[in-house]
């Protein structure tokens, strides 16, 4: 298990600490905010057509071919990155590492929630959130340093060596991603007859709508922080502070989950980091903001986690790839829209209606976890 945190921890950190080199990149070309926020949308392009196809290839063909194919898109995205810093460049990393995504990750939460025994799927999956913390830390805070000293093009190049240790790892330990899973009841495999599951429908929706909100964080914090002066490396550091919490909620949550159920933490923890949005626009102050993504990361770090049991546990026997493909195709319907909503809503009216409107989301989430 400590194996597959650490090759997600190093492609999950190529995948978030790209984001940042991106953003910052295309703001330094001078974009604008809405150019900015259609290349973070082409982030979820890939995995929108590809989620539920690539669960299903998890659950015929295994997990080993489309964790490769991931982390070959991720290096050659980062490549990509290297040798054409341009606006066209960034298009084509964003569209590359969204494909990335979508292969490796379906298949590594699917492969977490059948290694081992039934008893230890909660573990696992605090586990591999808490290996996502340190991505979360790592990627912007090495990207933000990695900026300032040697420029966009060598960050890229940077974190492209970094894809040549889960690749090596795949390549030469098959055993790693060998799992026995149940086959599917039947031959009809329909997507749109998973969604007529009450509250499989219900959990997808939230899992959305929570990845939206932490979108709009990892999105938007970096135009928010350039535009009041802030270096890069700074910025590094305010996004470092939200994984550091997230990582501080994830190591607790076992037992939080033991002493509350799944809807009174989301409900809780949904309404804090709420609370954190609405006074962040309020400040451009770096100390104020590192507090502000400290409590943000405190209330968002749960979500993910408590989803990927959740869905495992709802999903028919044989589909659980399925399930989670679904579920990261909704996710990924946000990563389009919020971009493109928060990029337009930045230009025309300012950070605060885009901070505000995420506070509003949370609140939907917490009233939806609570039915």
Same mark, same amino acid.
Not at 26 to 39: C, E, H, K, N, Y
Not at 93 to 107: I, R
Not at 145 to 171: K, M, N, Q, R
Not at 229 to 243: D, F, K, P, V
């Given at each position: 298990?400590?194996?597959?945190?650490?090759?997600?921890?190093?492609?999950?950190?190529?995948?978030?600490?790209?984001?940042?080199?991106?953003?910052?990149?295309?703001?330094?070309?001078?974009?604008? $905010?809405?150019?900015?926020?259609?290349?973070?949308?082409?982030?979820?392009?890939?995995?929108?057509?590809?989620?539920?196809?690539?669960?299903?290839?998890?659950?015929?063909?295994?997990?080993?071919?489309?964790?490769?194919?991931?982390?070959?898109?991720?290096?050659?995205?980062?490549?990509?990155?290297?040798?054409?810093?341009?606006?066209?460049?960034?298009?084509?990393?964003?569209?590359?590492?969204?494909?990335?995504?979508?292969?490796?990750?379906?298949?590594?939460?699917?492969?977490?929630?059948?290694?081992?025994?039934?008893?230890?799927?909660?573990?696992?999956?605090?586990?591999?959130?808490?290996?996502?913390?340190?991505?979360?830390?790592?990627?912007?805070?090495?990207?933000?340093?990695?900026?300032?000293?040697?420029?966009?093009?060598?960050?890229?190049?940077?974190?492209?060596?970094?894809? !040549?240790?889960?690749?090596?790892? !795949?390549?030469?330990?098959?055993?790693?991603?060998?799992?026995?899973?149940?086959?599917?009841?039947?031959?009809?495999?329909?997507?749109?007859?998973?969604?007529?599951?009450?509250?499989? $429908?219900?959990?997808?929706?939230?899992?959305?709508?929570?990845?939206?909100?932490?979108?709009?964080?990892?999105?938007?914090?970096?135009?928010?922080?350039?535009?009041?002066?802030?270096?890069?490396?700074?910025?590094?550091?305010?996004?470092?502070?939200?994984?550091?919490?997230?990582?501080?909620?994830?190591?607790?949550?076992?037992?939080?989950?033991?002493?509350?159920?799944?809807?009174?933490?989301?409900?809780?923890?949904?309404?804090?980091?709420?609370?954190?949005?609405?006074?962040?626009?309020?400040? $451009? $102050?770096?100390?104020?903001?590192?507090?502000?993504?400290?409590?943000?990361?405190?209330?968002?770090?749960?979500?993910?986690?408590?989803?990927?049991?959740?869905?495992?546990?709802?999903?028919?026997?044989?589909?659980?790839?399925?399930?989670?493909?679904?579920?990261?195709?909704?996710?990924?319907?946000?990563?389009?829209?919020?971009?493109? !909503?928060?990029?337009?809503?930045?230009?025309?009216?300012?950070?605060?209606?885009?901070?505000?409107?995420?506070?509003?989301?949370? !609140?939907?989430?917490?009233?939806?976890?609570?039915?």
């Amino acid at each position: 298990m400590y194996l597959l945190i650490m090759i997600s921890i190093a492609i999950h950190s190529c995948y978030i600490g790209s984001k940042v080199v991106v953003s910052l990149l295309a703001l330094d070309l001078g974009a604008s $905010q809405v150019v900015v926020g259609t290349i973070a949308a082409c982030y979820a392009i890939m995995p929108l057509a590809l989620g539920i196809y690539s669960g299903r290839l998890a659950d015929t063909i295994g997990m080993r071919w489309p964790m490769l194919i991931g982390a070959f898109c991720t290096g050659a995205a980062l490549v990509t990155g290297w040798l054409w810093p341009t606006l066209p460049g960034l298009f084509v990393v964003s569209l590359l590492m969204g494909a990335s995504f979508v292969f490796f990750n379906v298949s590594i939460q699917n492969l977490t929630g059948a290694f081992g025994r039934p008893e230890d799927r909660a573990r696992n999956f605090s586990l591999l959130s808490i290996g996502y913390s340190f991505s979360t830390f790592i990627g912007p805070t090495f990207a933000g340093f990695s900026i300032d000293y040697s420029g966009h093009a060598a960050t890229f190049g940077f974190f492209a060596l970094l894809t !040549l240790l889960p690749i090596g790892i !795949l390549i030469f330990n098959r055993s790693l991603t060998e799992v026995s899973v149940p086959a599917a009841a039947g031959k009809e495999r329909s997507a749109l007859a998973l969604l007529r599951d009450p509250p499989l $429908q219900r959990l997808i929706i939230i899992s959305g709508l929570t990845v939206a909100a932490n979108d709009l964080y990892a999105f938007y914090l970096p135009i928010y922080g350039h535009e009041a002066g802030h270096s890069a490396s700074t910025i590094g550091l305010i996004l470092g502070s939200y994984a550091l919490a997230a990582f501080l909620t994830r190591f607790a949550l076992p037992v939080l989950m033991r002493r509350l159920r799944a809807d009174q933490v989301m409900v809780a923890f949904m309404l804090i980091a709420a609370s954190a949005f609405v006074f962040l626009p309020m400040t $451009q $102050q770096a100390t104020s903001l590192m507090a502000l993504s400290f409590v943000i990361g405190l209330g968002l770090g749960c979500a993910q986690p408590v989803m990927m049991s959740l869905c495992y546990e709802k999903s028919p026997a044989g589909r659980t790839g399925e399930v989670t493909g679904l579920r990261l195709t909704a996710n990924n319907v946000a990563r389009v829209v919020v971009p493109l !909503l928060s990029g337009a809503l930045g230009a025309g009216l300012g950070a605060a209606p885009v901070f505000w409107f995420n506070a509003m989301n949370l !609140l939907a989430v917490s009233y939806l976890s609570r039915k």
